[in-house]
């Protein structure tokens, strides 16, 4: 019987013990007429037939090891080192609850300290929290911190239209209810026209870092700007250009949050990720989530423990910032396993392989009949291609004949950027396929019989 | 290795384990990494950042400093795991693989539907079976976690009133029994929490209940069975009564475990619930997470559900499968985050559902009960139990001897035991404690939940350490005290961590010389249940630290 190990001989001493006669019986508290409904399930299979089930389903999906990816747009296809999937593996990781109980969550809460002390050092800020759901949701956090460290005198949120739609998107569901307004994501507003929009109701302004086009945008002045209004700067960033570019800390930002997906987490359809938030000690006990900290045990021997605990919905109840409570903790297991094992130089590395293979695809594409790349800005990973027609269009001639899952379609969160193409391009591409790419697009008049999955 | 390298200058014991800080080297790197096959492009030199202090170690030094943190946690494939109000069942292996087919682990969220139709049949199908088992006209996956399908349903109760014309529907009620977590998602979606008071049977106080109900009443939350691990014997009333005023019911499923194939919330009444697939369905807690908490509505709130869902946008025929897609319900709340919700979690949960079948989740839940009902049968007599009737899953008892006995005239301890300190000792006894200090309206509370994956002998054996601890209780108090004593590290000082806050390593330790790895004698957690626990050596015992200023914390 699955996982139960009862035998009949259990059951029947356990009854007795109990003082009843029958499992039913334990049941009696339930409303008769509800009790023990059909359920519309199909019979239970054995472990190989699920298997097989699961093998089906995942092989009718298109996947990235059967194909060149370029597509990102949030997620992204970088390298993941054997060592992350063996260390999540460990069922001493993932079979542990929460670590409430330090004396017997050591490893769990050294991994999470050393997780935190990682991401302060690649933002340049001074504390980070153990994780939030996601990217999104830790923008929308971050929102509740702007609101409570104004205690709800400053209620306006700037956000800059080259944040992630996504991500926009969950800021406002999560603030539906609060009184935060958001504005500046509707139109093409710069840097220069966000700073023209604070005033003395601005709590926070929001930028990302590379945008969500995967330009760096001139932010010298930025932090003053919002800084002089009285307000706070938020920045969405991509851990991985952070092995290159100057830290968001050194740009002034209070709060940093971003998706931790690329830093050793794969795809996956799109979860479980992990949403990264550091920020600074002067805001750092109006965060939200688990934040773990050092301390001794009673014998003196270093230890770790979840620490600022009564900001937390188990103790402050309604009036806790947030209700989270179960995090993406073993996520920042895997950052953390991808950190060490990248390290220093490996980070470093990794950033610069996109950065010069992102450069090459885009001179390849750039100098192909009606193609143009939008090279007005130094940009990392991700690049802007106008293309001759429809972005959809074109992707399903990538897919169908040349084995290639392209770029997101602008159009269908900037409806003014029809023919927009935004192209990821990670470590992971090698030179063969940007060519192809761009022999595929040159070709996208042409028709032709290739089939060149590889 | 020296004694002067397992002590530090200051005398106190060495750490556990270095920081992977410590063990750096400059110039060591544990990356195989390709050079570039392109053109090398010019770096833009004034962007750029000088330094990046991530640690310098090679791939041995990353596999062995973490298999070796791994032996400092205690872990569900390790042993019994009585954590109340968490579900710490079996987390089945195959699940783990079926997450990890490249077909499901390398698709990427925004590729066209019509490439994903393997991952989006998957995610229909467990919209439907979670549909089923809850008898709700429709689910939405994307919630990450309990406390996020809470906030999605109560944001679809808000949004539901205020479609109604209904904006003075501020009011969420909230029985003192709940989970943090519901009052918190109440004051996040910007309502007002009332709290009703539980009776002496651990049962809504239903005239408490009518007293505040009225028409500013936009809903009620309640765990069922509750978060005391009973069948609420009112729950019919209870629903009627916020029904009659005008308010929906939101089922907290957290506790589901007890409810599979005995009843379904939609058929009780409720209007909207969310799911713990992290707790009832067998997904892993990792340490913290990920989870994923779907929520189930009735048909009025539909129309509300956050989005994407996935649907049927082309049903078919005979020789073509059904096409699906992912839409956007008409009156969605929004998105909750980015994508469509933690999708490896939700192929382990439907890994998990396959397996069992209607029948064998019913199993689940009677044998859940059975080993539940088990141990309060066998703790009964010994450790007061507040509500003494059958229970669910789990049940709470209370973690308190000698309160009498006050602490001596002059200075001497106090016998007194608290539900801390037999928490702690379970430790040494080799389990993990139940949760403490949970529900709060339970002084004192020991909140027991086995699970149907333990076997009749793990439950005996840890009834037989809860016996004995209540006997050592009696006997020596000061075993409990300072418990626990094989663990790897002691009782640790909060008050010190909230305090010095020191909550990242300052980067520049890397550039310290790197040290050895001290040799640690310090037993991992992999104790077997001892028959001869040591008894506490007194000289090496440290005062008594000052307890956190904010008093015993609930851990759930
Ligand atoms: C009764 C109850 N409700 C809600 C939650 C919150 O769930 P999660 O931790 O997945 O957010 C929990 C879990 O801790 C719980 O026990």
Redesign the pocket.
């Known amino acids: 019987m699955t996982y139960i190990p009862h035998t009949d001989a259990d059951r029947e001493a356990m009854l007795k013990v109990i003082g009843v006669d029958s499992l039913a019986e334990l049941f009696d508290a339930v409303p008769a007429e509800h009790r023990f409904p059909a359920l519309g399930l199909p019979e239970g299979m054995s472990e190989m037939e699920v298997a097989w089930e699961l093998g089906g389903l995942a092989n009718s999906n298109v996947a990235a090891h059967h194909f060149a990816i370029f597509l990102g747009a949030g997620a992204y296809n970088h390298f993941i080192p054997s060592v992350v999937n063996h260390v999540l593996l460990r069922g001493e990781f993932y079979t542990a609850y929460t670590p409430y109980q330090p004396e017997l969550s050591q490893g769990t809460l050294q991994a999470i300290y050393e997780y935190q002390s990682m991401m302060c050092a690649l933002t340049g800020m001074e504390a980070a929290n153990a994780s939030h759901y996601d990217g999104a949701t830790s923008l929308a956090e971050a929102v509740t911190v702007a609101r409570v460290h104004y205690r709800g005198k400053r209620t306006k949120v700037i956000l800059s239209p080259s944040v992630n739609p996504e991500y926009r998107a969950v800021a406002r569901t999560y603030h539906q209810g609060s009184d935060m307004k958001f504005v500046g994501d509707k139109g093409n507003a710069t840097i220069p026209d966000l700073i023209d929009m604070l005033d003395e109701d601005t709590a926070l302004l929001v930028v990302s870092y590379p945008n969500f086009f995967g330009q760096i945008d001139e932010l010298g002045g930025l932090a003053q700007a919002v800084h002089e209004a009285g307000a706070l700067l938020c920045m969405v960033v991509d851990p991985i250009a952070l092995g290159l570019f100057k830290t968001p800390g050194e740009l002034g930002a209070d709060i940093v949050v971003g998706e931790g997906q690329p830093l050793g987490i794969p795809l996956s359809f799109g979860g479980p990720y992990l949403g990264f938030f550091a920020t600074n000690q002067t805001l750092v006990r109006k965060i939200a989530g688990r934040i773990v900290g050092e301390t001794i045990d009673k014998n003196g021997r270093r230890a770790f423990v979840m620490t600022l605990r009564p900001r937390e919905q188990d103790i402050r109840r309604e009036k806790a910032t947030s209700n989270i ?2 995090n993406q903790g073993l996520m920042a297991l895997a950052a953390c396993v991808y950190m060490s094992v990248m390290g220093k130089t490996g980070l470093r590395k990794v950033a610069e392989l996109c950065y010069h293979k992102a450069h090459y695809a885009a001179e390849q594409i750039n100098k192909l009949d009606g193609f143009s790349v939008d090279t007005s800005k130094p940009f990392f990973k991700e690049f802007v291609v106008t293309c001759p027609k429809p972005v959809a269009e074109l992707n399903d001639v990538l897919l169908d004949h040349w084995g290639i899952i392209g770029g997101y379609d602008l159009s269908q969160h900037y409806p003014d950027r029809a023919n927009q193409m935004l192209l990821a391009v990670t470590e992971m591409n090698t030179k063969d396929e940007i060519d192809t790419l761009a022999e595929a697009l040159s070709q996208h008049d042409t028709p032709h019989h290739h089939d060149h999955a590889h | 290795m020296t004694d002067e390298t397992t002590t530090t200058t200051n005398g106190a014991p060495p750490p556990l384990e270095p920081l992977i800080y410590d063990l750096s080297s400059p110039g060591r790197t544990g990356a195989i990494l390709p050079d570039p096959d392109v053109p090398e492009a010019t770096l833009p030199d004034s962007l750029l950042r000088d330094r990046l202090d991530l640690p310098e170690v090679s791939e041995i030094d990353v596999v062995r400093h973490f298999l070796r943190l791994s032996r400092f946690n205690y872990s569900i494939d390790q042993g019994f795991y009585p954590l109340g ?2 579900t710490m069942k079996y987390n089945p292996k195959l699940n783990e693989d079926m997450a990890r087919l490249p077909g499901f682990a390398q698709v990427h969220p925004l590729q066209d539907p019509s490439t994903n139709q393997g991952a989006l049949a998957l995610m229909h199908e467990l919209q439907n079976w979670l549909a089923a088992i809850s008898g709700m006209a429709g689910v939405s996956l994307q919630p990450a ?4 399908g ?1 906030f999605a349903g109560i944001l679809m109760i808000r949004a539901y009133h205020l479609a109604n014309g209904d904006p003075g529907r501020n009011v969420i009620i909230v029985p003192d029994s709940a ?1 943090g ?2 009052p918190a998602t109440t004051a996040m979606a910007g309502l007002k929490v009332v709290e009703v008071p539980s009776d002496a049977n651990g049962d809504v106080d239903l005239d408490k209940l009518r007293e505040v109900c009225g028409d500013t009443i936009a809903g009620m939350m309640i ?1 069922v069975p509750n ?1 005391l691990g009973v069948f609420e014997r009112n729950i019919e009333a209870i629903i009627e009564t916020i029904h009659g005023c005008g308010g929906l019911m939101y089922m ?1 499923g ?2 589901m475990n007890a409810m599979m194939g005995i009843a379904r919330p939609g058929d009780l009444g409720f209007d909207v619930m969310h799911y ?1 697939l ?1 707790k009832t369905f067998s997904t892993p807690h990792g340490g913290g997470g990920p ?1 994923s ?1 779907p929520v189930a509505v009735g048909e009025k709130l539909l129309p509300f559900l956050p989005g994407p869902v996935v649907s049927v946008v082309d049903e078919g025929s005979e020789d073509e499968p059904p096409l699906y897609g992912l839409t956007m319900p008409e009156k969605s709340i929004g998105r909750l985050k980015a994508f469509y919700g933690n999708f490896g979690m939700l192929v382990r949960a439907f890994a998990y559902i396959a397996i069992h079948g209607a029948a064998g989740l019913k199993d689940v839940t009677q044998h859940a009960v059975l080993n539940a009902n088990y141990i309060r049968a066998r703790l009964k007599g010994t450790y007061p139990m507040p509500i003494d009737r059958i229970c669910g899953h789990e049940f709470v008892c209370q973690g308190h001897f000698g309160a009498d006995e006050k602490a001596g005239e002059s200075g001497t301890e106090s016998h007194e035991i608290h539900a801390l300190d037999i928490a702690k000792r379970l430790m040494d006894y080799g389990f993990h404690p139940p949760t403490n200090y949970f529900p709060l309206i339970v002084p004192e509370a020991l909140l027991i939940e086995p699970t149907e994956t333990e076997s009749k002998e793990s439950c005996d054996a840890f009834v037989e350490a809860m016996l004995a601890i209540a006997k050592e209780a009696g006997e020596n108090a000061d075993l409990l005290h300072n418990a626990p004593l094989t663990t790897p590290v002691g009782r640790v000082d909060e008050v010190r961590a909230a305090k010095q806050l020191v909550l990242c390593c300052k980067p520049d330790i890397a550039d310290v010389p790197s040290v050895d790895v001290p040799s640690v004698d310090v037993p991992p957690v992999v104790e077997p249940p001892a028959a001869d626990l040591p008894t506490p050596d007194d000289s090496s015992l440290p005062a008594k630290q000052a307890e956190p200023d904010e008093g015993p914390e609930p851990k ?1």
Do not use: M, R, V
């Not at chain 2, 976690?145 to 996020?148: I, S, Y």
């Open positions: 409570c179960t | 109000s968490c976690a309990g406390a996020q809470e989970h977590t519901n765990t978060t907290d957290a506790n713990n992290h989870g908490g759930s």
